[in-house]
């Protein structure tokens, strides 16, 4: 017989339920809190009750009590919670707090008429950055980048292949 492990049967949704829970003790205002039926949220403290097996909450006239269970487990509730909206937030870049060499390729034009201008800027917006510069080598392209030999080529679009993903800058 395969037993099926606890983590298996925890849905984001018990937790969600269960952090309103242990914030609100009400069924009513955490099913108005989180845009659902108070049966919605019945269900899924039956299911975590069904998968942590315990009580979690005693009803009274007033709401709900937790359990001294439900109440150890809060700021781990709280902690996957936070781990998991942070998952979703996008990723800011801070320019000053890199610290990495990239590797540019690109034609003797645009080593003298953009790298100079380029150079400048980084040096002031992202002084951890270095940039190592080769000569653009057109049949190597796709190869360079795909590798990470290259991180970046700038170069006339006629040189790039068109399988490659491109940004015009002038």
């Known amino acids: 017989m395969i037993q099926v492990k606890p983590l298996n049967r925890i849905d984001i949704r018990q937790l969600q339920v269960l952090r309103a829970l ?12 989180l845009g659902v039926t108070q049966q919605a949220v019945s269900d899924q403290l039956r299911k975590l009750r069904d998968t942590l097996d315990d009580r979690l909450f005693v009803r009274t006239s007033n709401g709900v009590i937790p359990t001294p269970f439900a109440e150890s487990l809060q700021l781990k509730v709280e902690h996957i919670i936070e781990s998991i909206e942070a998952l979703l937030e996008p990723e800011t870049f801070e320019p000053k707090t890199v610290t990495r060499t990239f590797t540019l390729s690109s034609t003797d034009l645009e080593q003298k008429v953009i790298l100079p201008q380029l150079l400048r800027i980084i040096r002031l917006e992202a002084p951890g950055v270095k940039l190592s510069v080769r000569k653009l080598e057109i049949d190597q392209i796709t190869n360079a980048l795909l590798t990470g030999e290259v991180d970046l080529v700038i170069s006339n679009p006629s040189f790039v292949p068109s399988n490659l993903p491109t940004l015009n800058l002038y």
């Open 22 to 33: 242990l914030q609100e003790r009400n069924l009513s205002r955490v099913a108005d809190q």
